[in-house]
């Protein structure tokens, strides 16, 4: 592939003020993430305090999902979006504050954990309109013959903020504390809402709303349906993601089996990450070509078998080492669930098929947590983990012979 091919999405003005202020938005969030599963570790000991976290944002984020597309795509997207941003800022803001040596004095540990709970809660609300609304804009950002090198510089963003997010967070806890590091975040999330206000309007794909919010979602949702490949690849990544992510459990990890403290815990998290972004810019120059959905299958069989290993492993280095070739095989899926999403997905349905993804995402990732931390409680972290690797094994095997519409699946 050659370079102007490589950078031509990245030629449009408008994607570039896109993936900027997306990149610096993500970032915060990753941080605020890892910041915060520390943070209730930290104040509780326990396990299972970090899958509520995933609970409590699965909840509203999921309830919202389908009702979210509908008005996403009777709304105009710039407004939308800038609202989502500037409320994620206000919730940054009211976390730092609960962080504060005041807030500590004045209240007990359990209030504490259980506002941080009442605002994740307030965030995944957010985060209902926040994720589909971006994936949504994404596509009206280029001429539709780049949207693959789109998508795939979009993901490249995404998952560099990730890693940025998750290796520089812990060295801010271990240097200026959780309440900098949230007045970081907030101000870092603030710079990518003033790059993200000078995109242009997004006006509805829906140029009326005559039709019944009820109707519209069930179309939405019966396009998905319908979509054999669609609804494999969300499927696939739904239990593989539920049952294989071993994030959740890494403050327990590192704290208590790899014993590293707020530093060795960064780059645990961003390991994952860092391989994304490995492959991501190799994917970048030499994309994918034929046989996409036996290698989204054989990818994720590699993810299980990492997870399998992080989870037996009791040295760093390794345990780095396989969630670092964890995030490569997965940077390899989401570039191709991404591509079939976005290529599959008509204009004027763009806002509902976004918001199933969503709901799809939010599940696997928030339940994902939330089923680690319950697993982890009922049969201890390390076979918790082990379980879910396996799971994830398991699922790509039967999804192989249950779902040849995605199994032959060629773009």
């Not at 709901?359 to 339940?367: C, G, L, Q």
């Not at 201890?380 to 983990?385: A, D, K, L, N, T």
């Amino acid at each position: 592939m050659s370079k102007h091919k490589a950078f031509a999405a990245t030629q449009v003005p408008e994607f570039r003020n896109f993936l900027l202020g997306r990149f610096l938005f993500i970032m915060a969030l990753r941080m605020l993430g890892t910041l915060v599963g520390w943070w209730v570790f930290e104040l509780t000991h326990e396990p299972f305090a970090i899958g509520l976290i995933g609970l409590s944002e699965v909840i509203p984020a999921v309830s919202l999902a389908l009702y979210s597309g509908h008005v996403i795509d009777i709304s105009e997207k710039r407004k939308l979006m800038l609202v989502a941003v500037g409320l994620y800022i206000i919730a940054a803001i009211m976390l730092a504050i609960l962080s504060t040596k005041i807030s500590l004095e004045m209240f007990s540990t359990h209030t504490i954990v259980f506002s941080i709970y009442i605002i994740i809660f307030l965030t995944g609300i957010i985060r209902s309109f926040a994720s589909p609304v971006f994936n949504t804009i994404l596509p009206t950002t280029v001429p539709k013959e780049v949207l693959q090198n789109a998508v795939t510089w979009n993901q490249g963003a995404w998952l560099s903020a990730s890693v940025i997010g998750h290796a520089s967070i812990g060295f801010l806890i271990a240097g200026i504390g959780n309440t900098g590091s949230l007045i970081v975040i907030a101000s870092l999330a603030s710079i990518g809402f003033f790059l993200l206000f000078n995109l242009p309007t997004k006006p509805p794909f829906q140029q009326t709303s005559e039709k019944k919010t009820w109707e519209s979602v069930k179309e939405g949702l019966r396009f998905v349906f319908r979509t054999k490949e669609l609804l494999g690849a969300l499927t696939l990544d739904l239990f593989a993601v539920l049952f294989g992510g071993a994030v959740a459990m890494i403050p327990v990890f590192a704290k208590d089996i790899l014993n590293v403290g707020p530093i060795g815990y960064g780059w645990l998290n961003a390991a994952a990450d860092i391989g994304s972004v490995i492959i991501i810019i190799t994917l970048t120059f030499f994309p994918i070509t034929g046989g996409q959905g036996k290698k989204l299958m054989y990818v994720i069989a590699g993810f299980g078998m990492c997870i399998v290993t992080f989870a037996i492993s009791k040295i760093f280095w390794v345990s780095f080492a396989a969630l670092l070739l964890s995030g490569l095989l997965d940077g390899i899926s989401v570039v191709i669930r991404g591509t079939i999403l976005q290529l599959k997905t008509p204009e004027n349905m763009r806002g509902r098929v976004m918001s199933v993804n969503s709901m799809f995402i939010n599940s696997s990732n928030e339940f994902g947590q939330f089923e680690s931390g319950l697993a982890a409680k009922l049969m201890g972290v390390v076979p918790s983990v082990l379980f879910g690797g396996c799971m994830t094994l398991l699922i790509v095997t039967t999804t192989w012979f249950k779902s040849p519409a995605l199994r032959d699946m060629e773009y």
